[in-house]
């Protein structure tokens, strides 16, 4: 444990955890000037190739309050086989299995590696997983054979116990009934009218006879298969059916005129989707998959109405107030998600068109419920059709990289309370003693639901320290957080993660050089940046960047080392010092910045911004720069546009695109063809590299991102362009001499300027 | 009716036959007695041959006789009124009967003169020989006519006897009577009475040489008389057809008796007319009064009473009991001149008797006195009161041979009875068009004293015999059919070219158009167009337009109409097997859609629909491998699911829908579904249609309430305990307006509801028949449909109705003079506005009956016309104008009216009227406006038509004489009075099903015909000679057939030949027949092959297949075919021929006094 560095980085590998702070503030106070709240990110599911799980029942505090898990900070009285919880203090007696435990025979929970420890339970019936593909059908017929052909291949890929279902949309909305012969048969619904839960199962005739329902559960089950096998069959058995009925797919029929939007019920569709799992398998791990290839035109949640001479809602029309089906789509899709939410279920949209097609109004569905979002241009590129094969990944351990209904449970010592998480989670308004008054993000509550997770799916969560300044904390005592993740795995079975974090506490006025030692900048400006992309949802643009602004020349004002007025003196600690470049990024990144990207883009960012792990966080906040030339190899190089030099080869990955730039020169040697010469194969495995560095990355990432190949000059180097800092522009051209970097047609500020700024600010006795 | 109607006659009657009876056969005292009559017709049903004898008008004379005897009363039916006279007298004849006997004996020859007669046309026959005895007393014109009373009264005798038989041969004489009416049946009488003897020979003579021969004589005789009678009538009437045919008759009545009866009405009458003149010389002075007799019987034609008045004077002198009627009808006679005049035409001759009657009359005035006898006279003897059967056969022998050209304005078609060629020569077709009237008032005044309706029957679409042709379509390319500016009336052959050809003159409105270039054509010397026999549209009655892209909805040509087939399968649909059957049908019956002209292939395109609680649509389109189902349960809301591929071309999707018509039963085969819905149903092949821009015909086939929950859901209201209520209309009306509204929906789509019924129990078809009705559909009801019995029937429906011509979104428009107006039609349509009928589809069965009010005068010179044009689209999808032109006549006198009405399609607008009329009143009041309407038209004739006579007599215009009968049959009728069998949907069913009916289908639906199996011919084509629906024809030896246009009932006797059972059943007894076969087994004998021969021939007449019932003599299911024995006293209450007709004679002269 060298360095904090190290630390930080063991333990985000043993337990999915990265906390802002290190070592803890001990009063509220002194909290709360630290200007970055007290907060972590957690990966629930984590991949974890050395944690074999347990295959018993987690033993638990026995205060109904608590219910903590029994974990290595807790002291164990070997001889009287009591434990106390380290959280609530009560004194436990251990159940009867563990009567042979002593020193030097512990269980595996309370031994310190185990700090994160993964129990499978035997709970309830297992049941399989279900996959509902909810397909637009007004798509070009180009598009929908290639999906038609991605959703064949994907049958293939699901276990051959689970349950598929179809439902087609456009004008109407079809639910294809899957165990038929002979003929193909399906329930059509208008895709116009909303219709509650209540009616779509009438409608499907999946009611059940009220007598079932009075006899409860035991009775249910064995009824459920044939009353959903009609709509929800095993893919062994209907492999051969579905691909057929796969294959016969149309067009939606009903004729386009003129300057009209196809009519695409996808809010109708989504409703009935959800209505029907929810009559048929309430709390079960289940993908609804909407595949659409344009915005929703009629019904409810519609987005935009089918004359093509209205255009689709922009930033600018919702600044201007002036999308009017805006406000009562996302209302429909919010209720959706949450019913959907409520039952545990997910909701994935993959969206291919070249224009809009509602992802801001339809966000809430994969974001409250988990589910992913794709956009792409088009069904028929490789981005989509990898992509959605990588749903379906496995994992080491051949199973998916997918789990469902998560329960999400955090406790803490008492000198905390939790404010509130984000990302892809639902409140479960678990009221409790560790609940805080004051929310960050999704809070009042110290359990959320998780419908759908994989290994890379991260939560931040916020705390609040409560402990008064003047109780001060006794010394060498820790801070503990424990989350309790039960979830339902791929393979179905039951499980529950349990980790358990400590930290010290420190007294800020005495130790602050330890707390600043211990702050992890990098998931602090994650951190915040989740604060600042969550408000951003709800708050107008600019205020979100000066609330931003703020927080960073408080945090600069706090752990600066400077002379009041003198921005020259300005130093940060090494702990800091990338800090202030990220909240630079930060702020011109697409997360809170609307300016060139339509709503939905900025819904598709965001999106992914609130799940992705912290590494994948950053590079979407600060995109990684490499540059290839014959000078060394490749290097990471700065993310500024005095990079951009003739000679070398620059691949950018922001997350969302893989851009591989050409220089000046190297596009010309590129165009002359020596790499196809013998005696320039060096140029060839030059030109080579940056591919396969490229592919590879291509290759892991989930959604799979825009892969863009451009030279200088190239109009898609504007991507590359876009992104750097701008430190040389049309206005200090001159100044800075031709000879390195290329030039940014901007006004935007570099982040020259901006530390310029943000020394004057901090070291300012005016503020 | 001198007959003192109902309630008299019964009892009255029943009293003098006793004293009858003596003189009557056993049997007639039998019948008259009690009013049993049926049985003891029937024992006169064996003599049947015999009565056919008597039946010749000498039974009328008889009855005159007779009448005076028992029934004072005769009837005076005009010349008919002779005939009906006669029938009084024939009633009388019962009592009599006895005489008949007697005279037969004592007459033999005479009576089988008359006999022949009778058969021929003589009823009178009977009459006679019972007048002579009878006559005695009423007649005493007679008396004086003794010589020929003589012979008269052995006729009558011989009518008596065969009163039965001769009913039939009555009625023809009736309708002979009817038409010369009073004259004639006066006539004859006096005739025979007068010159009586005299022309009694022409009967006989008459008889060998059927009427002319007679006629010719008659008229001879008849001149006499006409003297006076000539007068107005003769010319007149011989212009008409009507009354020549009548005179005809005469003829052969007169032979009977001649004079009397059978020419009765008619022939004597007008003929007498003619001849009249010189008659009435012999006849007129002394005749009139006695005509008053000969009244009676001159009326009897008309006037049923007047045998009354001749038994009364008969009996006469006993008879005053008969008085009632007759002491009416001896003053009247006294006035006789008048009389002769007015009745004239046929009154001519009737004078003629009349005078003789005259002579009788005197008697008669006494009976007038004695009136209150009349009634106990007893009822009218059936075979002497007008016989739908004779007047069938008449016309049939008049009329069926030469073609029928249309020329002439204001030409009355020969009845739809008969089969008859038309040559189109300007006016259309009768098959298209039929007026009550051929002559219409000038003056609204007119017309309400007459109360007669004038009204038009229209088929747009009806279909041709093969030997005619159908409509020329005239193409005039983008201009379109050239049309006035005014009234925008189409180009008709009665539009006229002025100005060198330069415009013409509508022959609606008189406005001069512009005559359109290209359409410029030079005049010959007559004024007619050069090329007018080029040109359809100016020398036809009936043709075609091209329609251009202005007469389309939306300005867009239409595309080619949709069929879609939606089936209930629901348990009971699955159950019973009819989802298969339907499925398996369905499969080769798409080969047969309707195809336009010679294309290849039809162009209609088809769909397919399941549903029980919900609907399945389903995708067939031929590029799928097998075909794709779609539920729609959102029935609340309904919508079409697919567009592509529900509305198939059926050749290119064959294997597709095959494979599903093949998986459809199988799907269902486990269903537990017993609700359905209905409306959504029509919704969502209304919203197909839509989808699809196209007009079309749904066929649903559906089995119950629907009660699932959708929009539409009915509720069981069925309640027997308001049938004579004043709520009884609800019964009739939907439960719900959401049918109308519905339906009004999908005639703005052209979208046409054709249903087929499979109720187990109620399932409202007052409501469901909502939408099929107003979109110009058909229902088509199966009530407890089993497989094995009503496959054949149902899926020969089926079969007709997929075939069958049709056009779609049709708007029919009548335009006529101006003076007269189209006010109200009846006849399953939607109308929006006053004018325009519109129908989602209309086919070749469907009829619109049209009633015209004055709003101005006409004129004699120009006549009137109508102008039918109906707008619609081809099943080939081509728009097109059918235009159908007819001219009528018009008069300044009443005569000229009753001369040419046509009392089928009378019926036909009376019926459907009524039929209207209970969805607002009680049934009752209907009822009542219905005979009240009749009685007032009788009357109107009686008071300024008929000759003067006494007001005993009952005096029938000849063209109306089966007003009476008919106007029963349809007070009967199980919507205006139900039995208890009948259930509230039959009730609703029939109604909706008679307000598209043709005057054809009416005539038999409300007069069945009931045919002798065994009389057929086994060797010939033709079908045996109809007899008249009353149980004492029928004879325990025989087999029957009754048919009306819904059922084929078999009647057997119990006593038939074991032979023919096993011929006809191909069982051993009586006792094996089976009641429960649908269909007479195929056996290979020539009774077999003759009988089914039959039964095919006329399914093949009806637009729908008939259900087949055998009934056994003596079984319960006789109480089934005994409903349908219109002339008898009816289970549920409606009254018996006689009775009715002597109470519409009560009425009639309530109103003229």
Redesign the interface.
């Known amino acids: 444990m060298a360095t904090y560095l190290e630390f930080i980085q063991q333990n985000e590998e043993r337990d999915g955890v990265r906390f802002s702070w290190n070592v803890w503030p001990s009063s509220r106070l002194e909290a709360t000037r630290m200007v970055v709240p007290l907060a972590c990110l957690l990966t629930p599911v984590k991949e974890r190739l050395d944690l074999p799980p347990v295959q018993y029942e987690p033993v638990l505090c026995s205060r109904p309050t608590c219910k903590a898990v029994l974990n290595p900070l807790c002291q164990v009285d070997y001889r009287t086989k009591l434990w106390a919880c380290n959280f609530c203090f009560q004194r436990n007696q251990f159940p009867p299995a563990y009567a042979g435990i002593s020193e030097v025979n512990q269980p595996a929970e309370l031994m310190p590696q185990f700090s994160t420890i993964e129990y499978i339970v035997q709970r309830g019936p297992q049941t399989p997983l279900i996959f509902l593909y909810v397909v637009d059908t007004c798509l070009e017929e180009e598009d929908l054979q290639a999906l038609k052909e991605s959703l064949q291949m994907s049958l293939s890929l699901l276990p051959a116990s689970a349950l598929v279902g179809l439902i087609t949309f456009g004008r109407m909305v079809q639910v294809h009934e899957l165990s038929c012969e002979g003929i193909s048969k399906s329930y059509v619904f208008r895709g116009t009218k909303d219709l509650t839960a209540k009616q779509i199962q009438d409608m499907l005739g999946l009611s059940r006879p009220a007598v079932s329902m009075q006899q409860g559960r035991p009775l249910q089950t064995p009824e459920q298969p044939p009353i959903s096998s009609r709509f929800l069959q095993p893919v062994h058995k209907i492999d051969m059916n579905l691909t057929d009925l796969l294959g016969e797919l149309q067009r939606d029929p009903w004729p386009v005129t003129q300057g009209k939007r196809p009519l695409r019920s996808t809010g109708v569709a989504l409703s009935i989707a959800v209505g029907l799992l929810e009559g048929t398998f309430p709390n079960t791990g289940a993908r609804i998959m909407l595949f659409t290839g344009g915005p929703p035109t009629q019904g409810p949640g519609m987005v935009v109405g089918d004359e093509l001479k209205t255009p689709i809602r922009s930033w600018h029309d919702i600044e201007k107030d002036n999308a009017r089906f805006m406000k009562k789509a996302t209302k429909h899709y919010e209720t959706l998600a949450n019913r959907t939410a409520a039952n545990g279920h997910c909701i994935d949209i993959y969206a291919c068109a070249l224009d809009q097609t509602g992802l801001l109004e339809m966000k809430c569905c994969a974001n409250l419920t988990g589910g992913h979002m794709v956009m792409g241009d088009s069904f028929n590129t490789s981005l989509f059709k990898q992509t959605f094969q990588r749903v379906f990944n496995k994992g080491y351990n051949g199973e998916f990289r997918m789990a469902f209904g998560a329960n999400l449970d955090v406790k803490t010592s008492r000198e905390l309370k939790i404010a509130g998480a984000i990302g892809p989670c639902v409140s479960l308004n678990a009221k409790g003693p560790c609940v805080s008054e004051n929310e960050l993000g999704i809070g009042g509550t110290s359990q959320w639901k998780i419908c759908s997770l994989d290994p890379s799916t991260t939560l931040a969560i916020y705390f609040e320290v409560v402990n008064q300044h003047n109780a001060p904390i006794p010394q060498g005592s820790r801070g503990a957080v424990q989350f309790v993740t039960q979830y339902q795995h791929s393979s179905t079975e039951k499980r529950i993660r349990v980790t358990t974090i400590a930290r010290n506490w420190a007294d800020a006025q005495t130790q602050l050089q330890h707390i600043e030692a211990a702050f992890d900048q990098e998931a602090a400006a994650v951190l915040m940046a989740r604060l600042g992309v969550y408000r951003a949802e709800s708050e107008e643009g600019p205020d979100v960047l000066r609330w931003l602004d703020r927080q960073l020349i408080r945090l600069c004002q706090k752990f600066g080392q400077y002379n009041k007025d003198d921005p020259n003196s300005f130093r940060l600690s090494e702990s800091f010092s990338l800090y202030p470049q990220f909240m630079f990024h930060l702020r011109r990144s697409p997360f809170l910045q609307v300016f060139n990207n339509s709503p939905d883009e900025s819904s598709y960012y965001r999106h992914h911004f609130a799940r992705q792990d912290l590494t994948q966080s950053l590079i979407m906040i600060q995109p990684i720069l490499y540059a290839y030339s014959f000078h060394g190899p490749p290097e990471p190089v700065l993310l500024d546009s005095s990079s951009i030099l003739p000679d070398r080869i620059l691949l950018m990955d922001t997350f969302f695109q893989i851009v591989i730039y050409l220089g000046e020169t190297i596009a010309q040697w590129q165009k002359a063809g020596y790499q196809d010469m013998p005696e320039y194969e060096n140029f060839k495995h030059l030109l080579q590299a940056p591919l396969d560095d490229g592919q590879e990355i291509l290759q892991t990432r989930f959604p799979m991102p825009r892969y863009i190949h451009t030279e200088h000059g190239g109009s898609q180097a504007r991507f590359l362009l876009s992104k750097v800092n701008p430190s040389q522009t049309h206005n200090n051209l001159y100044a800075w001499g031709q000879e390195s970097g290329a030039p940014i047609l901007t006004d935007d500020v570099s982040l020259q300027v901006f530390m310029d700024h943000l020394k004057k600010l901090a070291v300012s006795s005016a503020s | 009716m001198s007959v003192n109607q109902q309630a008299h006659t019964g009892p009255p009657y029943g009293q003098p036959q006793p004293g009858y009876q003596g003189y009557q056969q056993p049997a007639y005292g039998g019948q008259s007695l009690p009013g049993v009559p049926r049985s003891q017709y029937g024992a006169y049903n064996g003599p049947m041959p015999e009565y056919q004898q008597p039946v010749p008008p000498q039974g009328y004379f008889p009855s005159l006789g007779f009448p005076s005897k028992g029934s004072p009363v005769s009837f005076n039916s005009d010349s008919s009124s002779l005939a009906p006279n006669f029938i009084g007298s024939l009633r009388a004849p019962p009592t009599s009967g006895a005489p008949p006997p007697a005279s037969g004996a004592s007459h033999p020859s005479g009576h089988l003169a008359y006999s022949q007669f009778e058969h021929g046309d003589v009823q009178n026959g009977i009459p006679a020989s019972a007048a002579p005895m009878q006559r005695p007393p009423a007649s005493q014109p007679f008396l004086p006519g003794s010589g020929s009373t003589p012979v008269s009264q052995p006729s009558a005798f011989q009518q008596y006897g065969p009163p039965p038989a001769s009913v039939q041969q009555l009625s023809n004489h009736m309708a002979g009577m009817t038409i010369g009416t009073a004259t004639a049946s006066a006539p004859p009488p006096a005739g025979l009475g007068y010159g009586p003897p005299t022309s009694v020979p022409p009967v006989s003579g008459s008889f060998s040489p059927p009427g002319s021969g007679l006629y010719t004589p008659y008229s001879a005789t008849q001149g006499p008389p006409p003297t006076s009678v000539p007068q107005g009538l003769p010319v007149a009437q011989p212009p008409f057809p009507g009354q020549t045919v009548s005179t005809q008759r005469l003829p052969t009545q007169v032979p009977g008796f001649a004079p009397p009866p059978p020419s009765t009405g008619v022939g004597p009458s007008s003929y007498p007319p003619t001849t009249g003149a010189p008659r009435p010389p012999a006849m007129p002075g002394p005749p009139l009064p006695g005509q008053t007799l000969a009244g009676p019987p001159s009326s009897q034609p008309n006037h049923v009473t007047s045998p009354p008045p001749p038994s009364a004077l008969a009996g006469l002198h006993p008879g005053p009991p008969m008085s009632g009627l007759h002491g009416p009808p001896p003053p009247t006679h006294p006035p006789q001149p008048g009389y002769q005049m007015q009745q004239n035409g046929s009154f001519g001759q009737v004078r003629g008797p009349q005078p003789n009657y005259g002579g009788a009359y005197p008697g008669t005035p006494n009976y007038g006195s004695p009136p209150g006898p009349p009634p106990p006279p007893k009822r009218l003897d059936p075979d002497s009161i007008p016989s739908p059967i004779q007047v069938i056969e008449d016309d049939r022998s008049n009329r069926g041979s030469e073609p029928f050209v249309t020329g002439a304005r204001g030409q009355v078609p020969p009845l739809v009875t008969t089969n008859f060629l038309v040559k189109d020569q300007g006016n259309a077709s009768p098959r298209y068009i039929r007026c009550t009237s051929y002559n219409i008032p000038c003056t609204s005044d007119m017309a309400k004293q007459s109360q007669v309706p004038l009204a038009a029957v229209i088929k747009p679409l009806a279909t041709l015999p093969p030997e005619e042709t159908l409509p020329y379509l005239v193409d005039h390319g983008e201009s379109g059919p050239v049309r006035c500016n005014r009234c925008k009336a189409y180009m008709c052959p009665f539009m006229q070219f002025i100005e060198g050809g330069r415009r013409f003159q509508c022959c609606f409105c008189s406005c001069v158009t512009e005559v359109p270039p290209h359409y410029f054509q030079h005049l010959d010397h007559t004024g007619k167009r050069v090329d007018f026999y080029d040109r359809p549209e100016l020398s036809l009655g009936s043709y075609e337009f091209l329609a251009t892209v202005d007469y389309c909805k939306n300005n867009k040509f239409p595309s080619p109409p949709a069929f879609i087939f939606m089936i209930d399968v629901s348990y009971n649909a699955v159950k019973s097997g009819l989802v298969r059957l339907i499925c398996e049908e369905l499969k080769s019956l798409l080969d047969y859609l309707p195809r336009e002209g010679n294309m290849e292939e039809s162009a209609i395109r088809v769909g397919f629909v399941t549903y029980n609680k ?1 609907l ?2 389903y995708n067939v389109k031929s590029s ?11 029935v609340a ?1 309904m ?1 079409v ?5 529900f509305l198939v071309n059926v050749n290119e999707s064959r294997t597709v829908i095959t ?2 018509l093949d ?1 459809i039963p ?2 269902f085969a486990d269903t537990r579904e017993t609700e359905t819905v209905f409306a959504p149903v029509i919704q969502a092949g209304l919203e197909a249609l839509k989808a699809a821009e196209c007009a079309g015909k749904l066929f649903i086939f559906h089995t119950s309430l629907p009660i699932a929950e959708a929009p539409g859901k009915l509720k069981n209201r069925d309640d027997r305990k308001l049938i004579n209520t004043d709520k009884e209309k609800t019964l009739f009306q939907p439960q719900t307006s959401f049918y109308n509204n519905l339906a009004k929906d999908c005639v703005a789509q052209g979208c046409c509801v054709d249903l087929f019924l499979f109720p187990n129990q109620y399932l409202d078809v007052a409501t469901l028949g909502v939408v099929p009705y107003q979109t110009g559909g058909s229902i088509y009801k199966y009530a407890y449909f089993q497989l094995e019995t009503d496959q054949d029937r149902f899926l020969n429906d089926l079969r007709r109705d997929v075939q069958k011509e049709v056009g779609f979104d049709a708007v029919m428009r009548v335009r006529t003079s101006t003076g007269i107006r189209a006010t109200d039609f009846f006849g399953a349509f939607y109308m929006s506005n006053t004018t325009d009928v519109e129908m989602a589809g209309l086919d070749c069965d469907k009829t619109i009956t049209v009633e015209f009010k004055h709003d101005d005068k006409l004129s004699e010179d120009s006549g009137a016309l109508l102008q039918c044009a109906l707008l619609y689209t081809s099943c080939a999808g081509q728009r097109r104008l059918r235009i159908h032109n007819l001219s009528l006549n018009c008069c300044t006198q009443l005569a000229d009216l009753y001369r040419n009405c046509e009392t089928d399609t009378l019926i036909n607008y009376l019926a459907k009227y009524a039929y209207r009329g209970v969805l607002s009143s009680p049934v009752k009041t209907v009822r009542d406006a219905l005979i009240n309407q009749c009685a007032q038209i009788l009357a109107c004739y009686r008071k300024n038509c008929a000759s003067p006579s006494s007001a005993g007599q009952l005096i029938l215009p000849e063209c109306m004489k089966l007003l009476p009968v008919y106007l029963n049959c349809v007070l009967k009728s199980d919507v205006l009075q139900p039995g208890p069998e009948v259930t509230t949907d039959d009730r609703a069913y029939i109604r909706q099903l008679v307000t598209s009916m043709d005057v054809a289908e009416t005539n038999v639906f409300f007069y069945p015909r009931l045919l002798p199996l065994t009389k057929a011919d086994v060797d010939s084509d033709s079908l045996p000679a109809a007899i008249r629906n009353s149980e004492e024809r029928l004879s325990k030896g025989d087999i029957y057939l009754l048919e009306n246009g819904l059922n084929i009932f078999v009647w057997v006797g119990v006593s038939v030949q074991q032979g023919l059972i096993q011929n006809l059943f191909g069982v051993s007894s009586f006792g094996q027949i089976s009641n429960t076969l649908s269909a007479l087994p195929v056996l290979e004998n020539p009774f077999s092959k003759k009988v089914r021969s039959i039964v095919d021939m006329l399914q093949g007449q009806r637009s729908r297949y008939m259900k087949l019932i055998i009934v056994k003599q003596e079984d319960k299911l006789e109480m089934l075919f005994k409903h349908f024995l219109v002339e008898d006293k009816s289970l549920s209450g409606g009254a018996s021929y006689v009775d009715f007709l002597c109470h519409m004679h009560k009425e009639i002269r309530q109103l003229l006094s």
Do not use: I, K, R
């Open positions: 919900v399945h649509f799928l491998a097998q075909p794709q189902m779609m539920v729609v349960s959102d809301d919508f699911p697919l567009l592509d591929g494979s599903l998986q199988e799907m």
